[in-house]
């Protein structure tokens, strides 16, 4: 029997190119300020309208600051490809949720709250963390910007068919263990690239567990191991965030989508090109040690002594492994055999598409309760859209983080990635719910270690990495 991803992709192939890559029918097209200006241009340079401009929905988020909204921007090329976004949406006929819009946030996280991301559809966007809502059950992936202008233009993509993979995790998690750790604790194991070429879906009990908000962050991930995409079959978790959102099936519509949905598993015979089992009870608290998201240990484990074969090295030699490591360890400024425990912290960074969600402010929340931030960290806490912001604010979650000398900032991608104005400066060292840890990604020479919103919240009490289940 097909698996799910099987099942998704073969009911949207339009064609077969004889030796060649599928001619494959794209639901929904997500554009951002950032991959798109190229491809409106290039639909302008050949005359050419958008083929179905109701299943193509835009909205800025790299690049807005994440203060003073309702201002113009000051950085003057943040400003150009916000206003360029807007113009193009407008040109085309587009559905644009712009700066201050009740609708905006980070692509990522409003396509799903909007009931916009539906299992059994193919979504796209030009950003590679497009894997983020196949954990709605859909087969999501990022593309480059002439893929953008090709989607636009006729609704579909050029693709070779990945081979497939099951992750299974069973049994259940520790305290104070999250989604986040989870994938932490994969890309450790896989290494950066030991799902490329794959399209992963999770499974197992531990999977089945998580909450949509854990589920978009593991797919969020997928992309870290190198995977094309990651996703998880649709389930009555999956319905029930669906049900009532705004651009949901309504009335018989969504009777006939609940019937549709719940065929969408993998059958129990399905063959897969790989499949890799873990067991959850294996997993703690993770951080990152080192400039690429594999880079990882048990938040109360030491980084690997020299000479140690760590995981993230894959298949390269032990010569070209070392010398990355040592350079990882040179740019961190951390030791091999150090214990990250009691480090000093200076920024603390709550938010992006990865960890922006309601579920992850509420875990922030349950850690500074009653506590207090301490002084010498600074802390951004960003919602992924203005409805998080909502939330937030209806559930007291703002009265919570303020009491313990917390701010919310405006929503955005923000320290994510340096691309605003959201940058943690050269040598700080910021613990980051986001997802990558690259040399420069957070800012130039800025230091970054990748954790959980109920690590960042530990070390934004106690100034030093500290192990969230000690405060739970």
Known sequence: MNTLFDKIWDR???????????QLYIDRLYCHEVTSPQAFDGLRTRGLKCFRPQQIFCMPDHNTPTHDQDKPIEDPISKKQVDALAKN???????HYGMMDKSNGIIHVVGPEKGLSLPGMTIVCGDSHTSTHGAMGAVAFGIGTSEVEMVLASQCILQQKPKSMRI???????????????????????????????FVEYAGDAITALSM????????LSIEMGARGGFIAPDETTFAYIKGREYAPKGEDWDKAIAYWKTLKSGDDAVFDKELSFKAEDIEPRITYGTNPGMGIGITESIPEEGERSKEEGERSKEE??????????????????????????????GACTNGRIEDFRAFASIVQGRQKAKDVIAWLVPG???????????????????????????????????????IPAGKLAVSTSNRNFEGRQGPGARTILASPLTAAAAAITGVITDPRELL
């Open 12 to 22: 949207h192939v339009v064609q077969q190119v004889d030796d060649g890559p599928t």
């Open 89 to 95: 949406a407008a040109d085309f006929g587009l559905t």
């Open 168 to 198: 299974s995790i069973n049994g259940q998690l520790q305290k104070g263990v999250t989604a986040k750790d989870i994938a932490l604790y994969l890309m450790s194991k896989l290494t950066t690239s030991g799902a490329t070429g794959y």
């Open 213 to 220: 908000e854990g589920r978009l962050t593991l797919c969020n």
């Open 321 to 350: 492994g070392d010398r990355s490591k040592e350079k990882a360890l040179r740019y961190m400024g951390f030791k091999p055999g150090q214990k990250l425990l009691g480090t000093k912290v200076d920024y603390v960074f709550l």
């Open 385 to 423: 859209s203005w409805a998080v912001d909502r939330q937030i604010r209806q559930e007291g979650l703002d009265k919570t983080l303020e009491a313990a000398g917390f701010e919310i900032r405006q929503p955005g991608c923000s320290a994510c990635l340096a691309m605003n104005d959201d940058k």
